[in-house]
């Protein structure tokens, strides 16, 4: 074991909730791509080699097991979360992505064609109203 002073600690905690943020990004790829989730804008090429799926989760399992080493060497805490307020956090981020997605931020890309930028901005405000619905969702539970 390290001693590691508390003022540095956070350094070895963030590079542990990083890694651990990115492996479930991985993971949440995988169920996807395994369980036909909704995908709208995006689809993934057909892949069909279950070995090579197996390895990548191999994989994941290992690097688990040293992340797990890694928090155990160095002391780092779980961390606990709020899933309610993580889901808060990811929906305003949306928001923000949506919002600056705006019609008059599209002149910069020389479309200037006023029907479609005024039905394009009515489909941006519908994602809005929507993203804020579920905002207000989250903050009253």
């Known amino acids: 074991m390290f001693t590691i002073p508390e003022n540095q600690q956070h350094v070895f905690n963030a590079v542990a909730y ?13 169920i996807a791509h ?4 909704t ?3 995006i689809q993934y090429e057909p892949f069909e080699n279950e070995a090579l799926l197996l390895q990548v989760e191999e994989k994941l399992n290992e690097l688990y097991s040293l992340l ?12 606990s979360i709020n899933f309610q307020k993580e889901l808060n956090v990811k929906a305003n981020f949306l928001w923000e992505d949506i919002t600056g997605a705006r019609a008059a931020s599209m002149k910069g890309y020389g479309i200037s064609d006023e029907n ?3 039905d394009y901005q009515k489909k941006i405000n519908g994602f809005t109203t929507s993203i804020n619905d579920m905002i207000r ?5």
């Open 116 to 118: 479609l930028m005024n």
């Open 137 to 141: 969702t989250l903050n009253n539970n």
């Open 34 to 37: 395994k369980n036909a989730l």
């Open 39 to 41: 995908l709208v804008a």
């Open 68 to 79: 797990a080493e890694f928090c155990k060497t160095y002391q780092v805490p779980i961390q």
């Open 18 to 30: 990083m890694i651990e943020k990115k492996l479930l990004d991985i993971q949440i790829q995988l």
